[in-house]
Protein backbone atom coordinates (compact mmCIF):
# COMPACT_ATOMS: atom_id res chain seq x y z
CA UNK A 1 0.00 0.00 0.00
CA UNK A 2 1.48 3.23 -1.30
CA UNK A 3 2.03 6.09 1.08
CA UNK A 4 0.86 9.53 -0.43
CA UNK A 5 3.63 12.04 0.57
CA UNK A 6 1.63 15.20 1.73
CA UNK A 7 3.84 18.17 0.23
CA UNK A 8 1.10 20.59 1.43
CA UNK A 9 1.26 19.63 4.70
CA UNK A 10 4.81 19.95 5.39
CA UNK A 11 5.24 23.00 3.80
CA UNK A 12 2.52 24.73 6.52
CA UNK A 13 4.97 22.88 8.88
CA UNK A 14 8.21 24.64 6.77
CA UNK A 15 6.22 28.14 6.98
CA UNK A 16 5.25 27.93 10.44
CA UNK A 17 8.93 27.70 11.21
CA UNK A 18 10.13 30.35 9.19
CA UNK A 19 7.41 32.84 10.44
CA UNK A 20 8.55 31.78 14.11
CA UNK A 21 12.31 32.78 13.29
CA UNK A 22 11.58 35.82 10.85
CA UNK A 23 9.84 37.00 13.67
CA UNK A 24 12.81 37.34 16.07
CA UNK A 25 14.42 39.56 13.64
CA UNK A 26 15.25 43.21 14.22
CA UNK A 27 13.84 44.34 10.89
CA UNK A 28 10.89 41.81 8.74
CA UNK A 29 12.78 40.11 5.98
CA UNK A 30 11.63 41.82 2.20
CA UNK A 31 11.80 39.45 -0.66
CA UNK A 32 11.59 41.67 -4.44
CA UNK A 33 9.80 39.62 -7.32
CA UNK A 34 9.98 40.93 -10.89
CA UNK A 35 7.39 39.60 -13.35
CA UNK A 36 8.46 40.52 -16.61
CA UNK A 37 5.49 40.33 -19.20
CA UNK A 38 1.91 38.55 -19.19
CA UNK A 39 2.56 35.00 -18.70
CA UNK A 40 -0.74 33.73 -16.86
CA UNK A 41 1.43 30.53 -15.42
CA UNK A 42 4.66 32.69 -14.34
CA UNK A 43 1.79 35.47 -12.71
CA UNK A 44 -0.04 32.55 -10.97
CA UNK A 45 2.97 31.39 -9.67
CA UNK A 46 4.52 34.76 -8.38
CA UNK A 47 0.93 35.34 -6.43
CA UNK A 48 1.42 32.21 -4.66
CA UNK A 49 5.03 32.97 -3.81
CA UNK A 50 3.68 36.34 -2.52
CA UNK A 51 1.04 34.86 -0.42
CA UNK A 52 3.62 32.82 1.41
CA UNK A 53 5.40 35.51 2.18
CA UNK A 54 2.62 37.08 3.66
CA UNK A 55 2.23 33.66 5.75
CA UNK A 56 5.71 33.56 7.37
CA UNK A 57 5.73 37.76 8.05
CA UNK A 58 8.01 38.42 4.89
CA UNK A 59 7.09 42.15 2.85
CA UNK A 60 7.02 41.05 -0.52
CA UNK A 61 7.88 43.97 -3.14
CA UNK A 62 6.19 43.49 -6.85
CA UNK A 63 8.15 44.91 -9.88
CA UNK A 64 5.70 44.44 -12.70
CA UNK A 65 7.06 45.28 -16.14
CA UNK A 66 5.92 45.08 -19.68
CA UNK A 67 6.93 42.45 -22.09
CA UNK A 68 8.61 44.85 -24.21
CA UNK A 69 11.06 45.92 -21.06
CA UNK A 70 14.58 46.12 -22.24
CA UNK A 71 17.37 44.04 -21.22
CA UNK A 72 19.25 47.96 -19.73
CA UNK A 73 15.59 48.39 -17.58
CA UNK A 74 15.48 45.30 -16.40
CA UNK A 75 19.40 44.98 -15.31
CA UNK A 76 18.92 48.77 -13.50
CA UNK A 77 16.13 47.35 -11.76
CA UNK A 78 17.93 44.37 -10.44
CA UNK A 79 20.90 47.19 -9.59
CA UNK A 80 18.65 49.30 -7.65
CA UNK A 81 17.51 45.85 -5.82
CA UNK A 82 20.89 44.89 -5.13
CA UNK A 83 21.70 48.16 -3.09
CA UNK A 84 17.96 48.11 -1.22
CA UNK A 85 18.96 47.48 2.47
CA UNK A 86 15.54 46.78 2.99
CA UNK A 87 15.24 43.68 -0.13
CA UNK A 88 17.07 40.54 1.55
CA UNK A 89 15.72 38.14 -1.36
CA UNK A 90 15.44 39.04 -5.46
CA UNK A 91 13.46 36.64 -7.68
CA UNK A 92 13.12 37.46 -11.03
CA UNK A 93 10.00 35.15 -12.62
CA UNK A 94 11.32 32.73 -15.14
CA UNK A 95 11.26 32.06 -17.88
CA UNK A 96 11.24 35.41 -19.47
CA UNK A 97 9.88 36.53 -22.66
CA UNK A 98 11.95 36.14 -25.58
CA UNK A 99 14.87 38.85 -26.75
CA UNK A 100 15.93 39.17 -22.72
CA UNK A 101 18.73 37.38 -21.44
CA UNK A 102 18.24 34.87 -18.12
CA UNK A 103 21.92 33.98 -18.09
CA UNK A 104 22.87 37.66 -18.08
CA UNK A 105 19.99 38.26 -15.10
CA UNK A 106 20.55 35.02 -13.29
CA UNK A 107 24.63 36.91 -12.70
CA UNK A 108 23.06 40.35 -12.18
CA UNK A 109 21.44 39.71 -9.03
CA UNK A 110 24.19 39.90 -6.33
CA UNK A 111 24.73 36.49 -4.85
CA UNK A 112 23.47 37.13 -1.47
CA UNK A 113 20.16 37.86 -2.43
CA UNK A 114 20.25 35.03 -4.72
CA UNK A 115 16.91 33.07 -2.81
CA UNK A 116 16.54 31.14 -5.93
CA UNK A 117 20.04 29.82 -6.13
CA UNK A 118 20.35 30.06 -8.90
CA UNK A 119 23.87 32.66 -9.43
CA UNK A 120 27.07 30.63 -10.55
CA UNK A 121 28.99 31.53 -7.35
CA UNK A 122 25.97 29.68 -5.14
CA UNK A 123 25.42 27.05 -7.11
CA UNK A 124 29.31 26.69 -7.22
CA UNK A 125 29.26 26.33 -3.10
CA UNK A 126 25.93 24.08 -3.11
CA UNK A 127 28.11 21.69 -5.22
CA UNK A 128 31.22 21.55 -2.98
CA UNK A 129 28.83 21.41 -0.02
CA UNK A 130 29.01 24.59 1.25
CA UNK A 131 25.83 25.93 0.42
CA UNK A 132 24.33 29.64 1.60
CA UNK A 133 21.08 28.78 -0.52
CA UNK A 134 19.51 26.10 -0.96
CA UNK A 135 17.99 24.97 -4.90
CA UNK A 136 14.23 25.53 -3.53
CA UNK A 137 12.80 22.42 -5.60
CA UNK A 138 15.61 19.83 -4.92
CA UNK A 139 16.28 20.94 -1.15
CA UNK A 140 12.15 20.38 -1.04
CA UNK A 141 12.49 17.03 -2.85
CA UNK A 142 15.16 16.34 0.36
CA UNK A 143 12.95 17.48 3.22
CA UNK A 144 10.15 15.21 1.91
CA UNK A 145 12.58 12.58 2.27
CA UNK A 146 13.79 13.46 5.50
CA UNK A 147 9.91 13.94 6.87
CA UNK A 148 9.16 10.28 5.58
CA UNK A 149 12.36 9.39 6.63
CA UNK A 150 12.80 7.56 3.65
CA UNK A 151 16.61 6.50 3.37
CA UNK A 152 19.14 7.54 0.57
CA UNK A 153 22.68 6.40 1.83
CA UNK A 154 23.66 3.49 -0.65
CA UNK A 155 20.61 3.67 -2.79
CA UNK A 156 19.43 3.60 -6.31
CA UNK A 157 18.24 6.78 -6.99
CA UNK A 158 17.34 8.00 -10.97
CA UNK A 159 16.74 11.75 -11.42
CA UNK A 160 15.21 12.16 -15.36
CA UNK A 161 15.62 15.46 -16.52
CA UNK A 162 19.57 17.48 -16.32
CA UNK A 163 18.15 21.25 -15.91
CA UNK A 164 20.05 23.51 -14.22
CA UNK A 165 16.82 24.31 -11.96
CA UNK A 166 15.63 21.34 -11.02
CA UNK A 167 17.91 17.58 -12.08
CA UNK A 168 21.49 19.09 -12.43
CA UNK A 169 21.30 20.26 -8.28
CA UNK A 170 18.29 16.96 -7.75
CA UNK A 171 21.62 14.76 -8.64
CA UNK A 172 23.58 16.35 -6.70
CA UNK A 173 21.73 17.17 -3.10
CA UNK A 174 21.33 13.23 -3.44
CA UNK A 175 24.84 12.24 -4.24
CA UNK A 176 25.61 14.45 -1.26
CA UNK A 177 23.09 11.65 1.02
CA UNK A 178 24.89 8.81 -0.04
CA UNK A 179 22.40 7.66 -3.25
CA UNK A 180 24.04 5.99 -5.80
CA UNK A 181 22.70 8.82 -8.54
CA UNK A 182 22.24 8.19 -12.43
CA UNK A 183 21.18 11.14 -14.16
CA UNK A 184 18.56 10.63 -17.47
CA UNK A 185 17.49 12.41 -20.38
CA UNK A 186 16.47 13.20 -23.57
CA UNK A 187 19.26 10.99 -25.17
CA UNK A 188 19.10 8.04 -22.88
CA UNK A 189 19.19 4.81 -24.07
CA UNK A 190 17.25 2.06 -22.91
CA UNK A 191 15.57 4.06 -20.16
CA UNK A 192 13.15 2.04 -18.31
CA UNK A 193 16.10 -0.45 -17.69
CA UNK A 194 17.70 2.21 -15.94
CA UNK A 195 14.59 3.51 -14.22
CA UNK A 196 13.07 -0.36 -13.25
CA UNK A 197 16.40 -0.55 -11.41
CA UNK A 198 15.59 2.85 -8.50
CA UNK A 199 14.74 2.35 -5.27
CA UNK A 200 13.82 6.16 -5.35
CA UNK A 201 12.84 7.83 -8.73
CA UNK A 202 12.42 11.92 -9.43
CA UNK A 203 11.01 12.78 -12.48
CA UNK A 204 11.43 16.24 -13.82
CA UNK A 205 10.97 15.93 -17.45
CA UNK A 206 7.44 17.81 -17.90
CA UNK A 207 5.77 15.66 -20.02
CA UNK A 208 2.27 14.22 -19.11
CA UNK A 209 2.19 10.46 -18.60
CA UNK A 210 6.11 9.63 -19.29
CA UNK A 211 6.63 7.53 -16.29
CA UNK A 212 4.43 4.47 -16.92
CA UNK A 213 3.90 1.46 -14.32
CA UNK A 214 6.78 -0.60 -16.81
CA UNK A 215 9.28 1.67 -15.71
CA UNK A 216 9.27 1.23 -11.91
CA UNK A 217 10.32 -1.32 -9.61
CA UNK A 218 8.10 -2.85 -7.14
CA UNK A 219 8.04 -0.78 -3.74
CA UNK A 220 10.29 2.19 -4.98
CA UNK A 221 9.65 5.61 -3.84
CA UNK A 222 8.54 8.06 -6.72
CA UNK A 223 8.95 11.72 -6.74
CA UNK A 224 7.02 13.71 -9.19
CA UNK A 225 8.45 17.10 -9.78
CA UNK A 226 6.46 18.22 -12.99
CA UNK A 227 3.86 20.27 -13.11
CA UNK A 228 1.88 19.67 -16.68
CA UNK A 229 -1.66 20.47 -17.84
CA UNK A 230 -3.04 17.03 -19.59
CA UNK A 231 -5.05 16.62 -22.62
CA UNK A 232 -8.62 17.91 -19.98
CA UNK A 233 -6.38 21.34 -19.08
CA UNK A 234 -6.31 19.42 -15.65
CA UNK A 235 -3.11 20.04 -13.27
CA UNK A 236 -0.97 16.47 -13.13
CA UNK A 237 3.13 15.66 -13.34
CA UNK A 238 5.16 13.56 -15.83
CA UNK A 239 3.81 10.03 -13.94
CA UNK A 240 1.21 8.03 -15.09
CA UNK A 241 0.27 8.31 -11.04
CA UNK A 242 -3.53 5.55 -11.06
CA UNK A 243 -1.15 2.96 -12.78
CA UNK A 244 2.08 3.89 -10.48
CA UNK A 245 0.83 4.28 -7.18
CA UNK A 246 -0.12 0.46 -6.61
CA UNK A 247 3.61 -0.20 -7.09
CA UNK A 248 5.08 2.29 -4.87
CA UNK A 249 6.14 2.11 -1.35
CA UNK A 250 5.81 6.28 -1.03
CA UNK A 251 4.79 8.57 -4.38
CA UNK A 252 3.78 12.16 -4.52
CA UNK A 253 0.64 13.77 -6.13
CA UNK A 254 0.28 16.53 -8.20
CA UNK A 255 -0.87 18.93 -7.18
CA UNK A 256 0.17 18.77 -3.56
CA UNK A 257 3.79 17.09 -3.73
CA UNK A 258 6.69 19.13 -4.38
CA UNK A 259 5.18 22.32 -5.68
CA UNK A 260 4.22 23.82 -2.30
CA UNK A 261 7.73 22.13 -0.50
CA UNK A 262 9.40 24.35 -3.66
CA UNK A 263 7.95 27.85 -2.53
CA UNK A 264 8.33 26.69 1.22
CA UNK A 265 12.13 25.99 0.53
CA UNK A 266 12.04 29.68 -1.26
CA UNK A 267 10.78 31.14 2.39
CA UNK A 268 13.56 29.80 4.09
CA UNK A 269 16.10 30.61 1.91
CA UNK A 270 14.72 34.61 2.25
CA UNK A 271 15.18 33.73 6.25
CA UNK A 272 18.82 32.74 5.53
CA UNK A 273 19.41 36.11 3.26
CA UNK A 274 18.06 38.35 5.90
CA UNK A 275 19.66 36.44 9.10
CA UNK A 276 23.08 36.87 7.30
CA UNK A 277 21.94 40.64 6.32
CA UNK A 278 21.12 41.62 9.78
CA UNK A 279 24.15 39.11 11.47
N1 LIG B 1 10.20 29.54 -13.05
C1 LIG B 1 9.87 28.26 -12.76
N2 LIG B 1 10.36 27.92 -11.56
C2 LIG B 1 11.01 28.99 -11.09
C3 LIG B 1 11.72 29.25 -9.87
O1 LIG B 1 11.87 28.40 -8.99
N3 LIG B 1 12.23 30.50 -9.76
C4 LIG B 1 12.10 31.46 -10.72
N4 LIG B 1 12.68 32.63 -10.52
N5 LIG B 1 11.45 31.23 -11.85
C5 LIG B 1 10.91 30.01 -12.02
Redesign the pocket.
Known amino acids: MATRIDGKALAVKVKERVREEAAKLPRQPGLAVILVGDDPA ?1 RV ?1 VSGKEKDCAECGILSFEHKLPAETTQEELLALIEKLNADPAVDGI ?5 LPGGLDEEAVINAIVPDKDV ?1 C ?1 HPFNVGRMVIGEPVFLP ?2 PAGVMEMLREYEIPIRGRRCVVLGRSN ?1 VGKPMSILLTQSDGTVTTCHSRTENLAEITRQADILVSAVGKVRCVTADMVKDGAVVIDVAMNRDENGKLCGDVDFAAVEPKTSYITPVPGGVGPM ?1 RAVLMENILTAARNHQA
Open positions: SYLCQLPDFCTIT
